[in-house]
């Protein structure tokens, strides 16, 4: 389950980069639907594992975590929540060759810290915006700095066919747990 539908291709990939072949994702259409289905999704854990992305939204994820689950109660063995530092953007802004390359960006701009980002969609839509690339900028942006009328699927595509995950660990610790976590997920 995931927060919105531009989420989507990067929690398959995630899956399967942590040796799982995942199941249909739901999206939610934003973190306020979906923190009040936590406890609808701990309880269908006890028949098959979920695994539940959610962005801090630069919230310390700790603390997120330990609200979001209280709320829960008893969780499930198989129930999982992994969240996004600060946002799944900036997971995919962690493949800094795979995004420059696919984005048409020079990696010097990119940062090597994307969780250190307060807002890292912003941060994916300002360096579009300099793409050498026009359908990247005009896709991706629409020019107020708000997204563009391609930027699901454009984000959906690169997560797909493009992102390396096992490369964004190396710059993303959070990712790189919840690839672990999710790997040692029994089926």
Not at 77 to 82: A, I, P, V
Not at 168 to 174: C, E, I, K, L
């Amino acid at each position: 389950m995931v927060e919105g539908v531009s989420d989507r291709e990067t929690a398959k990939a995630i899956v399967r980069a942590a040796g799982h072949e995942p199941g249909t994702v739901h999206d939610k259409g934003g973190r306020t639907k979906l923190d009040r289905l936590l406890k609808n999704y701990n309880r269908a854990a006890r028949h098959a594992p979920w695994v539940v992305f959610r962005d801090t939204d630069s919230r310390c994820p700790v603390e997120l975590r330990n609200r979001l689950l209280a709320d829960i109660g008893v969780t499930s063995e198989r129930f999982h929540l992994r969240l996004a530092h600060s946002m799944t953007e900036a997971w995919l802004l962690a493949d800094t060759v795979g995004f420059a390359e696919f984005f048409s960006i020079s990696q010097a701009k990119l940062t090597r810290n994307p969780e250190e980002l307060a807002h890292a969609k912003q941060e994916v839509l300002r360096v579009c915006a300099g793409s050498r690339k026009r359908h990247v900028r005009e896709g991706m942006t629409a020019g107020n700095g708000e997204v563009g009328p391609l930027y699901v699927s454009m984000i959906n595509e690169f997560a797909s066919e493009h992102w390396d995950v096992h490369r964004a660990m190396d710059q993303s610790p959070s990712l790189a747990r919840a690839v672990s976590r999710i790997a040692q997920i029994a089926q």
